[in-house]
C-alpha cells in the first residue's frame, strides 16, 4: 500500500519569506500522480498543484511550486513571497494511476502540516 | 454554481441517532468520495463509487451506508451514532474512471459531525 509521509507537523515563516514544505512517499509503482491541498481554517479542501509522475519538469502555480524528486520519492512545496492567506493545513497526496483494487480509486493523504504566516 | 455541495454544514445529535449527509456535484464527474477527517486533521478514504457503483469501502462499519441513486449524488447514512464517530466528513468528486486517472478531487465544504 502506498504511504505519504510528511515529517513537519507544524512550520511558521513572516510575511514575504520563502518556506519548503517537505513530503516523502512510498510506492512501488512507476506512473502516479501528485498534489498538495491546502486547507485553510474555513475547512475548504483547495487544490494547490498537480505533478504527474512520467513528467519530469516540476510543476508551478503562481507563487507555488514544487521539487520533484521521483528517485527519492520525495515531493516538496516551495511557497514564494508568503501571504497572511497562505495560513493553512497543508496536505500532500499520492494517487495511483491503476485502477482497480483500491489504486487510483482513491487519494492516500499524508498526516498534514500546519503553517502559520505572520505579519 | 457550487461544484460540489453537501448538507448540513453542522450537525449535532445524541448516542444511538441516525443521521444523514447529502451530496450533489454539477460537475459531471463519474467518481465520488466520502472521506472523514479526524480530530488530528487526518483525511482517510471511507467510500468511493464510480457511476453509482460502489468501488472502495474502506473497511467502514456497517453503521455507515453509503447510496448513491445517480452520479451526481452519493448520500452517507449513519445508524446508532458513536461519540468515535465524531469528525468532519468530506464529500468529493473526480472525472477518474478505468480509462482516464489521476485527477484531482474537488471537495464540499465539509460537515462537521458532533455525537453528544
Known amino acids: 500500500a502506498q504511504t505519504v509521509t510528511q515529517s513537519q507537523p507544524e512550520m511558521s515563516v513572516q510575511e514575504a519569506e520563502t518556506v519548503t514544505l517537505s513530503c516523502t512517499y512510498d510506492?512501488?509503482?512507476?506512473?502516479?500522480?501528485l498534489f498538495w491541498y491546502k486547507q485553510p481554517p474555513s475547512r475548504q479542501m483547495i487544490l494547490v498543484i498537480r505533478?504527474?509522475?512520467?513528467k519530469q519538469q516540476n510543476a508551478t502555480e503562481n507563487r507555488f511550486s514544487v521539487n520533484f524528486q521521483k528517485a527519492a520519492k520525495s515531493f516538496s512545496l516551495k511557497i514564494s513571497d508568503s501571504q497572511l492567506g497562505d495560513t493553512a493545513m497543508y496536505f500532500c497526496?499520492?494517487?495511483?494511476?491503476?485502477w482497480g483494487q483500491g489504486g487510483s480509486e482513491k487519494l492516500v493523504f499524508g498526516k498534514g502540516m500546519k503553517l502559520t504566516v505572520n505579519p | 454554481d457550487t461544484a460540489v455541495s453537501q448538507t448540513p454544514k453542522y450537525l449535532v445529535t445524541q448516542m444511538g441517532n441516525d443521521k444523514s449527509i447529502k451530496c450533489e456535484q454539477n460537475?459531471?464527474?463519474?467518481?465520488m468520495y466520502w472521506y472523514k477527517q479526524d480530530s488530528k486533521k487526518f483525511l482517510k478514504i471511507m467510500f468511493s463509487?464510480?457511476?453509482?457503483?460502489?468501488?472502495i469501502n474502506e473497511t467502514v462499519p456497517n453503521r455507515f451506508s453509503p447510496k448513491s441513486p445517480d452520479k451526481a449524488h452519493l448520500n452517507l447514512h449513519i445508524n446508532s451514532l458513536e461519540l468515535g464517530d465524531s469528525a468532519v466528513y468530506f464529500c468529493?468528486?473526480?472525472?477518474?474512471?478505468?480509462?482516464?486517472?489521476?485527477?484531482?478531487?474537488?471537495f464540499g465544504n465539509g460537515t462537521r459531525l458532533t455525537v453528544t
Open positions: 497526496a499520492f494517487r495511483s494511476s491503476f
Open positions: 510506492t512501488s509503482e512507476n506512473n502516479y500522480y
Open positions: 505533478q504527474e509522475a512520467y
Open positions: 460537475l459531471g464527474h463519474d467518481t
Open positions: 463509487y464510480n457511476n453509482k457503483e460502489l468501488i
Open positions: 468529493a468528486s473526480s472525472q477518474d474512471s478505468l480509462t482516464s486517472t489521476g485527477s484531482p478531487l474537488h
